[in-house]
């Protein structure tokens, strides 16, 4: 890399535009990049085998997403772990006794240098109400997995990121062989 600038940065996102020179001598100039916070997903499932899901509006789409709770890490958070119980609770009121990392996947390593981290919390129970945050307008859903994975074609999950922690989780839980 030649060099780099910070063209925006804020709570949610710092953009850099870069200068980079790639191995056959091409200059790319400017080179976006972007920096987030590590992000958790969360794929929880009840004694019932149902998914706690979250139908959230959604400025980029204009409309309302059906999605697995999940969240930015707050700063100086390294564990994914608490961050993950924390937006669970945060967002649906359920919590696990049982939640552990499945995988800490790349968004996208073209553009993104942050982490996403699929967590599995199995036996989720409703514990107490969602305290949602400012600019959350959430509802929360409980689905039976096998009738999301059936509807998956569909688009009931249309962020691409949830459909692959979803996956992945599942097959963690033994629902799933691929």
């Known amino acids: 890399m030649r060099r780099s600038r910070t063209v925006l940065k804020d ?9 980079v020179e790639d191995a056959r001598g091409n200059l790319l100039d400017p080179y976006y990049t972007f ?8 794929t929880a499932l009840t004694p019932a085998d149902e998914l706690v ?18 969240g930015g890490m ?4 390294t564990d994914p772990l608490p961050a993950g119980a924390r937006e669970l609770l945060e967002e649906t009121g359920y919590a696990s006794s049982s939640l552990r990392l499945v ?6 390593p073209a553009s993104h240098r942050n982490r996403n981290h699929h967590l599995l919390a199995l036996d989720a129970r409703k514990v107490a109400e969602p305290r949602l945050e400012p600019g959350e307008d959430i509802t929360v859903e409980l689905h039976p997995w096998r009738e ?4 998956l074609d569909d688009g009931i999950i249309q962020q691409s ?3 692959s922690a979803l996956l992945l989780c599942l097959r963690a839980a033994g629902r799933l062989r691929f």
């Open 74 to 77: 707050d700063p100086g958070e």
């Open 103 to 108: 995988s800490s996947l790349s968004p996208n």
């Open 53 to 70: 899901l979250v139908r959230q509006y959604r400025h980029g789409s204009r409309d309302f997403s059906l999605e697995l709770p999940a």
């Open 35 to 42: 920096e987030y916070s590590d992000w958790v997903h969360v």
């Open 161 to 163: 990121m949830h459909v």
């Open 148 to 151: 999301v994975l059936a509807r």
């Open 11 to 19: 709570r949610w996102i710092h953009v850099n535009a870069d200068a």
